[in-house]
């Protein structure tokens, strides 16, 4: 968006951070008629809503935690993402291969929780567990070792796309009236008569502008603390006790999801399916370091890779990314394992106005806790225009009758399998309007990503980079080699360069931030998976 437009313009809350929880946040405002401004100094997703374990449940695990309120609202709100955005939140059969040797409290809680799952879930709108013959396991997750039971119990999760999720979230807010910005930050706030006076630089073009805004939304996941400092907050003690989680991504197709015991310890792994492979993960280590730097550390690669080779052996030798995203968990004491994954919502004062801060939670539970955050800003706004209705209209991409219809069709059109796939896993029924009326053309040897995906990028989804259409393509996890990466990335520049009218210098500093945001995420071109800070 045009930055200078808002200059000036008053804004009932400023939102910090593009992460899931400010744009569902920026969303649920606009749906009720007051007007947010949403700024991100990266891209949207940057922070852990692109680093999750991409699932969308309850968690066994928190079960076994006795979480039973946390878990019966993740589920609710399982079934109605599945509903508005059937193409990101699929459900997906998570097999349970037991008699491998695991402990036995896996094993006798495994069976028994994923019932009391099916049955705290209720009977509507969603498979039920049962339990499928070793040939069909095999085929659905070819390679992986089983155990010596008979059959293999399976129960059905929901799995996404975490960026994705957030981004047509965002496109939502826009839609709804919100003004959603990437690479901008807050420089400061100050008192004045109506509001504070927030004054904001554009990170693209370098440019100041200030607007007016009645209160501010914190909501940048592990940064949560350094934010407040930053800006002012004032009471005592840390909100936040980030917790780092790394995954690896793997080029092995795989049609259902996988818990298994780690080997060594015995804690639970997932192996999820995205569309162009697979990601394991994942690990659970105390982080204090900083947010933007966070990296997997060699002894957390190794560990993944032990439980990769032993849930599927067949894929041993495959090439593997590997990344690392933080837990924004509310502070309390006990190891990081043991906390809730409940959310919690800290009112201060800054500059004479209220400064909502927001950690805990979970991707799953993002539109509970945009609900909560609003409620507890409402006395501060005043009646909002609108009245708040539910929450059942599609995301943009959602409305669509069956995602094989839609697969089938595009295979008609000219896309071979895999284009189809990566199409309708990410855009849904919004595939054919990203496609346009060319032929698609992939921008490197493979037959994905395609040129038509960078134009739609910034027309439709606010990217302002090159990095911002690179990391959406999440292009290392696509296992290129790192000529064939370059190219893609050479390509998208051409693109974007033509659509921006940018000139040289621009373009090699667009090319060298993706480099450097590359460096944060996955390490750099041809590095090992592992990698440290
Ligand atoms: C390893 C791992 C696995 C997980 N798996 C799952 C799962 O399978 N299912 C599930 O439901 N949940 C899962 N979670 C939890 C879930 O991912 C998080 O709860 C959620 O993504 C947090 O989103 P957020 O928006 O609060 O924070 P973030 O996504 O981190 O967003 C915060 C944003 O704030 C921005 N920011 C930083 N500083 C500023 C500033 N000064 N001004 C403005 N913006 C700023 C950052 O750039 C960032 O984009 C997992 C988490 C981890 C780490």
Same mark, same amino acid.
């Given at each position: 968006?045009?930055?200078?437009?808002?200059?000036?313009?008053?804004?009932?809350?400023?939102?910090?951070?593009?992460?899931?929880?400010? #744009? *569902?946040?920026?969303?649920?405002?606009? &749906?009720? +008629? %007051?007007?947010?401004?949403?700024?991100?100094? !990266? $891209?949207? @997703?940057?922070?852990?809503?692109?680093?999750?374990?991409?699932?969308?449940?309850?968690?066994?695990?928190?079960?076994?935690?006795?979480?039973?309120?946390?878990?019966?609202?993740?589920?609710?709100?399982?079934?109605?993402?599945?509903?508005?955005?059937?193409?990101?939140?699929?459900?997906?059969?998570?097999?349970?291969?037991?008699?491998?040797?695991?402990?036995?409290?896996?094993?006798?809680?495994?069976?028994?929780?994923? #019932? *009391?799952?099916?049955?705290?879930?209720? &009977?509507? +709108? %969603?498979?039920?567990?049962?339990?499928?013959? !070793? $040939?069909? @396991?095999?085929?659905?997750?070819?390679?992986?070792?089983?155990?010596?039971?008979?059959?293999?119990?399976?129960?059905?999760?929901?799995?996404?796309?975490?960026?994705?999720?957030?981004?047509?979230?965002?496109?939502?807010?826009?839609?709804?009236?919100?003004?959603?910005?990437?690479?901008?930050?807050?420089?400061?706030?100050?008192?004045?008569?109506?509001?504070?006076?927030?004054?904001?630089?554009?990170?693209?073009?370098?440019?100041?502008?200030?607007?007016?805004?009645?209160?501010?939304?914190?909501?940048?996941?592990?940064?949560?603390? !350094?934010?407040?400092?930053?800006?002012?907050?004032?009471?005592?003690?840390?909100?936040?006790?980030?917790?780092?989680?790394?995954?690896?991504?793997?080029?092995?197709?795989?049609?259902?999801?996988?818990?298994?015991?780690?080997?060594?310890?015995?804690?639970?792994?997932?192996?999820?399916?995205?569309?162009?492979?697979?990601?394991?993960?994942?690990?659970?280590?105390?982080?204090?370091?900083?947010?933007?730097?966070?990296?997997?550390?060699?002894?957390?690669?190794?560990?993944?890779?032990?439980?990769?080779?032993?849930?599927?052996?067949?894929?041993?030798? !495959?090439?593997?990314?590997?990344?690392?995203?933080?837990?924004?968990?509310?502070?309390?004491?006990?190891?990081?394992?043991?906390?809730?994954?409940?959310?919690?919502?800290?009112?201060?004062?800054?500059?004479?106005?209220?400064?909502?801060?927001?950690?805990?939670?979970?991707?799953?539970?993002?539109?509970?806790?945009?609900?909560?955050?609003?409620?507890?800003?409402?006395?501060?706004?005043?009646?909002?225009?609108?009245?708040?209705?539910?929450?059942?209209?599609?995301?943009?991409?959602?409305?669509?009758?069956?995602?094989?219809?839609?697969?089938?069709?595009?295979?008609?059109?000219?896309?071979?399998?895999?284009?189809?796939?990566?199409?309708?896993?990410?855009?849904?029924?919004?595939?054919?309007?990203?496609?346009?009326?060319?032929?698609?053309?992939?921008?490197?040897?493979?037959?994905?990503?395609?040129?038509?995906?960078?134009?739609?990028?910034?027309?439709?989804?606010?990217?302002?980079?090159?990095?911002?259409?690179?990391?959406?393509?999440?292009?290392?996890?696509?296992?290129?080699?790192?000529?064939?990466?370059?190219?893609?990335?050479?390509?998208?520049?051409?693109?974007?360069?033509?659509?921006?009218?940018?000139?040289?210098?621009?373009?090699?500093?667009?090319?060298?931030?993706?480099?450097?945001?590359?460096?944060?995420?996955?390490?750099?071109?041809?590095?090992?998976?592992?990698?440290?800070?």
């Amino acid at each position: 968006m045009d930055l200078e437009r808002i200059a000036g313009a008053r804004f009932d809350a400023l939102i910090l951070g593009g992460g899931i929880t400010g #744009v *569902a946040t920026a969303h649920r405002l606009a &749906r009720l +008629g %007051w007007s947010p401004l949403l700024i991100e100094p !990266r $891209d949207l @997703a940057w922070g852990t809503s692109s680093r999750s374990s991409r699932l969308i449940h309850g968690g066994l695990r928190y079960l076994a935690h006795g979480e039973l309120r946390l878990v019966r609202r993740a589920l609710a709100e399982r079934r109605a993402l599945a509903r508005i955005a059937p193409h990101l939140v699929r459900p997906t059969p998570m097999l349970l291969p037991l008699g491998r040797g695991e402990p036995w409290r896996w094993r006798t809680f495994a069976p028994a929780g994923v #019932v *009391a799952y099916d049955l705290l879930a209720g &009977r509507r +709108g %969603w498979p039920r567990g049962r339990t499928i013959g !070793r $040939d069909e @396991a095999e085929t659905l997750v070819p390679g992986l070792r089983l155990g010596d039971e008979r059959r293999v119990r399976v129960f059905y999760d929901g799995v996404t796309d975490d960026r994705r999720l957030t981004l047509v979230t965002a496109m939502a807010a826009r839609e709804a009236g919100a003004q959603v910005v990437g690479r901008c930050e807050l420089l400061g706030l100050e008192a004045t008569e109506h509001g504070a006076r927030a004054r904001l630089r554009d990170l693209v073009s370098g440019q100041t502008l200030d607007v007016v805004v009645r209160s501010v939304v914190n909501a940048t996941g592990p940064w949560v603390d !350094r934010v407040r400092q930053r800006y002012g907050a004032t009471r005592r003690g840390r909100l936040v006790r980030p917790s780092r989680g790394s995954h690896l991504a793997i080029p092995w197709r795989i049609d259902a999801a996988m818990l298994v015991p780690h080997p060594r310890d015995g804690r639970v792994g997932f192996f999820v399916p995205t569309a162009t492979g697979m990601i394991v993960g994942t690990t659970d280590v105390a982080d204090e370091g900083d947010p933007d730097a966070v990296r997997p550390s060699p002894d957390e690669i190794a560990y993944l890779e032990e439980l990769a080779d032993d849930g599927i052996p067949g894929m041993a030798g !495959r090439e593997r990314t590997g990344w690392a995203g933080l837990r924004p968990l509310a502070e309390s004491p006990g190891p990081t394992n043991a906390l809730s994954r409940a959310a919690r919502y800290v009112m201060e004062s800054v500059e004479g106005i209220p400064f909502l801060s927001i950690v805990g939670g979970k991707l799953t539970l993002h539109r509970v806790m945009a609900r909560d955050a609003v409620r507890r800003l409402r006395p501060h706004l005043g009646t909002p225009a609108r009245p708040a209705r539910p929450d059942t209209a599609h995301l943009p991409g959602g409305d669509l009758a069956t995602l094989a219809g839609l697969e089938a069709r595009l295979r008609a059109t000219g896309l071979d399998a895999t284009q189809a796939r990566w199409m309708v896993s990410r855009y849904g029924s919004q595939a054919e309007a990203v496609l346009g009326d060319e032929p698609p053309a992939p921008l490197g040897r493979g037959s994905i990503p395609l040129a038509c995906e960078v134009g739609w990028a910034v027309r439709e989804e606010g990217a302002r980079t090159l990095s911002d259409v690179l990391l959406r393509w999440r292009l290392p996890e696509l296992a290129l080699d790192a000529e064939d990466e370059t190219r893609i990335a050479r390509a998208a520049l051409t693109l974007l360069a033509h659509r921006l009218g940018l000139g040289s210098a621009r373009a090699e500093r667009e090319r060298a931030r993706w480099e450097r945001e590359r460096r944060a995420v996955w390490g750099g071109t041809g590095d090992r998976a592992a990698a440290t800070r």
